[in-house]
């Protein structure tokens, strides 16, 4: 098993400010012999902190030789695990494949965001050498490749290649990798080149093809054609089952993965995305979701409980949308895209407000039965968290926070907004990360913002916004995740931090 999630080479910091630094760290690859039961380090990188694992394949023949592709480059062990060698430092390898029949026959896709020597390699000595591929192939790419090699026919292999922020389509070659051509250039990757994607090959039919990116594809004839088979925008909202189903049936969840064949029925097909798990089992006409009792979903900051009434909470999730508890298993699905910070009237738990990327804020006044968009402005120099912080105030809930590079105020329930600290950002091109208020008294608030262009900095003010202070002192320059201020005294605050390298927990006590 290989661990860490990490898309450009040493700056997975974590999505909450860029969405393109998504992603995490890892410890290296672990090993069980007891069929998941226990595990045992076998590459260790726990003291490394940069680095990843995105592929694991075990030699078809000789289970003792492994290959891994990380962000370090190819790494190669031929006693199980025991000790491994970089055979291929090209950084970021996020593929690696050994043909199935001829296994001294290696090849990895190399490189994510314009990463140094990005392409398609080729190694003939069970990756002693390495040659990269150029015939036929672009010269560089900015996002990553996927390889899938067919299994009824060996010599044809597929690649999936992409830019970070857009596709280039789908790569084939007849003779091992030796020559390539594209043959479809459908950019089915969309703005998630770096992210997720894939291609699939028929176990038994060299010709029949699925590919993911934003949706699922689907050829017969070897690619030539695609035909988009998944719609993301079939999903139910409000209240389904846990069992599903959760949309109609061409919905499954946008941004795909992964994807495996079922090992013994030909129309099954299993999906992983940022909605959970969905399979298929006609061949790609319809889908089902897997993901009731699964724990696949990520809350972002800023989840909100009721101040009155116990079964009642708020909170967005990444990618899949806002969520309302009330009390039942099945949690009520509003708004769309990723979620964000949101928050429940005080005194009134009809009115409620949540966020979704960037600040965009809506307003309910029934229980988000219905709402407004009443985000705060955006002058043309700010800067936007991706998930940006978004405050109700306990003691006087007219009053809302938002913060962008520049903090936004509001005295009417968000129906307007205005910039404090003079219109001036608080930080630079720094945004606001995290924020937190004051129990009883709306005017004093804490801001902390992502290192983005500057070392990150946490400021203070007791006049509602109209002055801030710049209490950063001696904390590291980490990411500030999240602030919190006691109920019962505001100058005791707290700021957890993510990052590498230094404690995560830091209180002040004198404000």
């Known amino acids: 098993m290989g661990t860490g999630e990490v898309y450009a080479y040493q700056s997975s910091t974590g999505g909450?400010?860029?969405?393109?630094?998504?992603?995490?760290?890892g410890i290296g690859i672990l090993k069980s012999t007891d069929g998941g039961a226990t595990w045992t380090k076998s590459l260790d990188w726990s003291l490394a902190q940069t680095r990843g694992v995105q592929s694991v394949r075990v030699h078809p023949t000789t289970s003792?030789?492994?290959?891994?592709?990380?962000?370090?480059?190819?790494?190669?062990?031929?006693?199980?695990?025991?000790?491994?060698s970089n055979v291929h430092p090209v950084l970021m390898a996020t593929d690696v494949r050994i043909h199935p029949t001829t296994p001294n026959i290696v090849l990895a896709a190399c490189g994510n965001f314009g990463s140094a020597g990005n392409g398609i390699y080729r190694s003939t000595d069970g990756g002693g050498s390495w040659t990269k591929m150029t015939n036929g192939l672009p010269p560089s790419w900015?996002?990553?490749?996927?390889?899938?090699?067919?299994?009824?026919?060996?010599?044809?292999?597929?690649?999936?290649?992409?830019?970070?922020?857009?596709?280039?389509?789908?790569?084939?070659?007849?003779?091992?990798?030796?020559?390539?051509?594209?043959?479809?250039?459908?950019?089915?990757?969309?703005?998630?080149?770096?992210?997720?994607?894939?291609?699939?090959?028929?176990?038994?039919?060299?010709?029949?093809?699925?590919?993911g990116g934003i949706e699922i594809w689907e050829s017969s004839n070897g690619g030539t054609i695609l035909t988009e088979r998944s719609h993301w925008q079939d999903v139910y909202f409000g209240t389904p089952p846990p069992e599903g189903p959760i949309g109609d049936p061409k919905y499954a969840h946008a941004?795909?993965?992964?994807?495996?064949?079922?090992?013994?029925?030909?129309?099954?097909?299993?999906?992983?995305?940022?909605?959970?798990?969905?399979?298929?089992?006609?061949?790609?006409?319809?889908?089902?979701?897997?993901?009731?009792?699964?724990?696949?979903?990520?809350?972002?900051?800023?989840?909100?409980?009721?101040?009155?009434?116990?079964?009642?909470?708020?909170g967005g999730l990444q990618d899949n949308f806002t969520n309302i508890y009330e009390g039942t298993t099945s949690w009520r699905r509003v708004i769309g895209g990723d979620g964000g910070w949101a928050a429940i009237n005080p005194t009134n738990d009809q009115t409620m407000f949540a966020t979704y990327q960037y600040l965009g804020v809506v307003r309910s006044f029934d229980g988000m039965a219905g709402w407004q968009f009443v985000e705060p402005p955006e002058h043309p120099t700010d800067v936007t968290a991706f998930i940006a912080p978004l405050l109700l105030s306990p003691s006087e809930p007219d009053i809302l926070y938002g913060g962008r590079s520049r903090v936004y105020k509001s005295f009417n329930q968000a129906s307007s907004w205005v910039a404090v600290n003079g219109g001036i950002p608080l930080d630079g091109s720094n945004p606001v990360l995290s924020m937190a208020m004051s129990t009883t008294d709306s005017d004093t608030v804490y801001a902390a913002t992502a290192p983005i262009s500057a070392r990150a900095r946490v400021f203070r003010t007791t006049d509602g916004g109209s002055s801030w202070t710049d209490i950063t002192g001696s904390l590291p320059d980490r990411f500030p995740m999240d602030m919190a201020v006691d109920p019962s005294d505001s100058r005791r605050v707290y700021v957890v931090l993510s990052g590498f390298g230094t404690s995560h927990l830091f209180g002040s006590t004198d404000a």
């Open 142 to 211: 900015g996002g990553k490749a996927l390889l899938d090699i067919a299994p009824s026919a060996p010599s044809i292999i597929y690649a999936s290649i992409a830019d970070s922020q857009s596709g280039r389509g789908l790569w084939k070659s007849v003779d091992i990798g030796v020559t390539w051509f594209r043959v479809n250039p459908t950019d089915f990757q969309q703005y998630q080149g770096f992210y997720s994607h894939w291609v699939l090959v028929d176990p038994a039919n060299a010709d029949h093809v699925f590919v």
């Open 255 to 314: 941004d795909h993965h992964t994807a495996v064949w079922h090992p013994s029925e030909a129309n099954t097909v299993f999906f992983g995305s940022d909605g959970g798990v969905f399979k298929t089992t006609d061949g790609g006409t319809t889908f089902n979701s897997l993901i009731g009792g699964y724990t696949t979903t990520q809350f972002y900051n800023g989840f909100a409980s009721s101040a009155t009434t116990p079964n009642l909470a708020i």
């Open 16 to 25: 909450e400010g860029i969405r393109t630094t998504r992603g995490s760290y």
């Open 64 to 84: 003792s030789i492994v290959f891994a592709g990380t962000s370090e480059g190819v790494y190669r062990s031929t006693d199980a695990g025991g000790t491994w």
